[in-house]
Nanobody, 114 residues
């Protein structure tokens, strides 16, 4: 079945880095654009980044622009989110999302704290 599984979350100090991964299965990954979203504690889920099916034209929320990088490896059916210069306000559950058909992963927790 169609599935997205995130990994790579954890606890990191402010200023640190993490790389999130999302493994896709059950569909032709290279045909679909992909997104990352996040849900901070007590807040609404928000869009973070978007990448096209071919990996071009990535776009970012203003809050992460210049610090986060979305990428993908179509051969491995993976999408990544490299997060640098992390701030406490980046603390959230991060979700991988396929907009077509509204497919979501279960999320991975990122906590930025000293």
């Amino acid at each position: 079945q169609v599935q997205l599984v995130e990994s790579g979350g954890g606890l990191v100090q402010p200023g640190g880095s993490l790389r999130l991964s999302c493994e896709a299965s059950g569909f032709t990954f290279s045909s679909y654009s992909m997104r990352w979203h996040r849900q901070p504690p007590g807040k609404e889920r928000e869009w973070v980044a978007h990448i096209t099916s071919t990996g071009g034209s990535p776009t970012y929320a203003d809050s992460v622009k210049g610090r986060f990088t979305i990428s993908r490896d179509n051969a491995k059916k993976m999408v990544y989110l490299q997060m640098n210069s992390l701030k406490p306000e980046d603390t959230a559950v991060y979700y991988c999302h396929r907009p077509w058909g509204d497919v979501w992963g279960r999320g991975t927790q990122v906590t930025v704290s000293s």
